[in-house]
């Protein structure tokens, strides 16, 4: 939400969502951003969020605005930042280096918008970043991408899928979370609900969103499916019998099952109980 809109900042108090994003970057008009900074200062030292996770997106460093932005961000002690335009791993080294200095919460993490030609191609080296800084998450920027690339946004995003899955693939690799672009159209709902049964075939955690009325879509959409979590619960229990002990592979329900599924099925009861604990 845009870091200027005092009432939305306020709404998102009570929004069904894991994570606020306080934006200080394009949602927020050049002469504006004094504004939008000291507001979002205030409603993250409120901490009034509850167990919703808080990033805060400041602007480029390159900018006028992003050193002000990290140093309010280091003062009130957000969850996160959320950087925008990311083009390469030094660019996160830098981020981090900057929050050490500044003496910041090393449970702050950081956060990478992939939404430049450059951060696609060098993906790789952006989300191995991981290693030696805070970095836990990418988060798609297609707006930015079609602008940067000249190509179209259509229901299926077919211009879009190959980079879709090189920054999942990335993110796997490197242990890191990895959130779906935006939907701009926020009264249609099938659309919405479209691209996200998408992102999720294509393997993100998630889908960030622009308006309220979004928030239940996704919810649904990205929420374990009763059946499946019911599943990874036998496949963990099979694993646990005394005869099985020692197998690299066994069947449940009439299923192939390996280890791998065993790892599959714990990450799927945890997310169903970290959803169920939060609400
Ligand atoms: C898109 C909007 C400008 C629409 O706003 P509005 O016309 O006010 O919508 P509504 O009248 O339907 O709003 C109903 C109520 O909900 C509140 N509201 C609206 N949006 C939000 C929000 N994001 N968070 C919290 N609350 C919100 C309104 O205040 C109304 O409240 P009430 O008074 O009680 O009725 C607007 O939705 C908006 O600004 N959305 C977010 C825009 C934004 O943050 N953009 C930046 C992120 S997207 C991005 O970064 C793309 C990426 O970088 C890329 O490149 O792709
Ligand atoms: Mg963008």
Aim: contains cysteine; proline residues 5%.
């Amino acid at each position: 939400m845009p870091g200027a809109n005092t009432r939305a900042l306020e709404k998102a108090q009570a929004l069904p969502a894991d994570t606020l994003i306080l934006d200080l970057e394009d949602a927020v008009a050049p002469e504006a951003k004094a504004g939008a900074r000291q507001a979002v200062q205030e409603a993250v030292s409120a901490k009034n969020y509850g167990s919703r996770e808080v990033l805060i997106r400041i602007n480029s460093l390159d900018s006028a605005w992003g050193h002000h932005d990290l140093a309010m961000a280091v003062a009130v002690e957000p969850d996160g930042l959320l950087l925008p335009k990311i083009t390469s791993g030094d660019q996160l080294r830098q981020v981090d280096a900057l929050l050490d200095k500044a003496g910041a919460d090393p449970g702050m993490g950081l956060w990478a918008m992939i939404e430049m030609p450059r951060a696609v191609i060098d993906i790789r080296e952006i989300a191995a970043a991981a290693q030696d800084t805070r970095l836990r998450g990418l988060v798609m920027g297609l707006n930015d991408l079609a602008l940067e690339t000249g190509a179209l946004t259509t229901p299926d995003r077919a211009a879009f899928q190959a980079a879709l899955m090189m920054v999942v693939m990335a993110a796997r690799a490197w242990g890191l979370l990895v959130i779906d672009g935006v939907y701009n159209d926020f009264r249609d709902d099938p659309g919405l609900a479209r691209e996200c049964e998408q992102g999720r075939v294509f393997g993100f955690d998630g889908k960030s969103l622009i308006h309220p009325a979004q928030i239940e879509t996704a919810n649904r959409i990205f929420a374990p499916d009763p059946a499946d979590v019911a599943h990874a619960r036998a496949i963990i229990d099979a694993f646990a019998l005394p005869e099985n002990q020692g197998k690299g592979v066994i069947q449940v329900a009439g299923k192939m099952t390996e280890l791998l599924h065993l790892q599959q099925a714990r990450r799927l009861v945890a997310i169903s109980e970290a959803i169920s604990g939060a609400a």
